[in-house]
């Protein structure tokens, strides 16, 4: 399961498409390769860096970079907290003591029974709804002790799959360009002139 | 429609954060309607209509349009989105527009809700800047962690390209041009719009070294390139409907429209306001009813980030700068991204200092050494500090690495408690780009304005000359 599906491959050609540099596609796929596993493998960065023209290791270079992508698994509910200055004021580090008690593990770490990865995050831009959490990436407000418990339950028994994907897939929805309404993407080198709208005339 | 009046302000239990008063709305008018993402309710208000009045005009008229407008980056920096785009040099194509989404700066979010509350007012806003500055491709970065961010603007996008506003000859016109999604994936310097075009190119996102001072010189893949922010495209198309005369007549004549900014913290009501630009003031946005309030609680205002994480701090004794660039820079700071984060008389000074560097000591790319290796000492020394384990040694320490990343005077407000004169914005930097100014800018103001709660807090620590170590001859 490590290198891309058969399916993915075909997605991740399609995004490539998009780009003037097949190269610009890394991050996206990168995110691609993380959806499919939960975390990103040295095989898909292997694969990632055949499909944009990359070695691996200039694929883990970049992928290495930020924060989102995971070499290891983590579990299923990635809760960060944030724990920069508007949520730290209204208390974020209490939340985050408590939440260590609740799951038995410190920031950083994960449930043994592989369900939840609890981290500190910084700001998330939800300044005025401090405290806030992300789940998978999905909101939650202005965080009580007894708000995280009750999602911690409603995670651990299940009722919110619908609204939170397991980690690794962030949007749901993709883009989509018909080949029939785009425009396309060409190499820089390939494009001298000037667009053709830019003739001193109205377009319509 | 479930809007919640309160006194002179409105509430949407769909659109959590934005708080609506009784005053202009540029970005934001369709924040009321539940429905304010769908291509229905775009089209029902207005929607596209300033592309078809930009596509009726040739691409410079409106190019001029918006240079007369003065639309101000709304990113961080202030400048001029039609000045920007005049950057580009002539005759060299093809031309690219960036758009900067990944909004992270602490204390910050506008481009948040702009992406999910109207996508196609973002989308519109891509197109006309595409066919005025001649652009042939538009990359849509949003920050990773924004997931329904990316949602939105992916199904926006998808419908907006299906009812032909986006693609090969839009509206039945001669003018092309692709808006391809691309999400990030968590790093603040990305932010900086020389990292985000390395990011776009698949690389680690680390600013370039400047010159050249703008992409729209050198940018992505090595061509002319627009880097604008969110909220400014978001502008776009209301001006193109009413003209630059009906938008400066909005505002000061430097800053004119309106703007978002983030109020979060010790305050009555926290939320993200469109206000006025160059008028409203920090007592107005802070105090008054309409905006939020007042101090939580009957407590006292003790400081005030205005602009951002990055921006020295003000105090009341600077509550009547209003959201005018000069203005705000000439007290000592700056109103960056639109952010401002209120502390209290409860406020622990050094600990909320420490929140913010730890940020920017966390987010440097390593790139250039005193923001790598200074970051992490301010870091390290201003904890020690905050546990009660700092010297006075530590706090002279401070100020060597802070001037190490900003050589002179670092800006700071003035203080009638203290006796203090402000230090204009901006600082000297020894790196490439602000992240680690900013990792100093907090420590700066807290060491400044509240030099007491650090006395407070070290011990003396008595240095033993080398010379008592051993004779030197």
Redesign the interface.
Known sequence: MARLSDENVRLAKEIIGRYPRARSATIPLLHLAQQQDGYVTNEAMAHIGELVGATSAEVYGTASFYEMFKFEPVGKYLINICGTLSCALMGAEDLMHHAEHKLGVKLGGTTDNGMFTLERAECQAACTEAPCLQVNYRYRFRVTNADFDALVDDLASGRLTDEIPPHGTVARVRQHIPAERGVGAVPPEDVTEAPSWMDGKAAL | MDGRKGSAVTTYSHA??FIAGDRPRIVTSRFEFPDSYTLQRYLATDGYAGL?AA??????EIHDEVKNATVLGRGGAGFPAGTKWGLTPQ?V??RYLVVNGD???????K??LLMERDPHQLIEGCLIAC?AA????CFLYI??????A??RV??A??EA??A?Y???NI????????I?????????VVGEETALIE???????MPRLKPPYFPAAIGL???PTIVNNVETLANLPWLMRNGAEAYTAIGTKTSPGTRMV?????VKR???YEIINGVTTFRDLLFNEEYCGGIRNGHKLKAF?PGG?SAPWFTEDQLDVAFEGPQAGAAGSMLGSG?V?V?DET?DIP??AL??T??YA??S?GKCTPCREGGTWLERILSRIVDGKGTDADLAQLIEVGTSICPGDFPHASSKRLGLDAVPFPYKMNTICFVGPSAYAPINSALVLFPEEFAARVTKRTMIPVTAVGAAS
């Open positions: 959590p954060g078809r596509l009726g005009r040739p691409a410079n005759g194509f093809p909004e992270s700066e602490p204390g910050t979010y481009d948040r066919y001649g652009l042939s491709q920050r990773g962690e924004m997931a329904l990316q949602e992916a199904t996008l998808n390209y299906a032909g986006v693609g090969k509206l039945g016109s001669k003018f092309s041009v692709d391809v999604l691309h999400w990030g994936a968590g790093a603040y990011s776009l190119e698949g690389n680690r996102g893949y090595g061509q983030a109020v979060s913290g010790h926290p939320g993200v980030v994480g952010a984060m502390m406020t600990a909320a929140t913010l730890r940020f966390h987010e790319c």
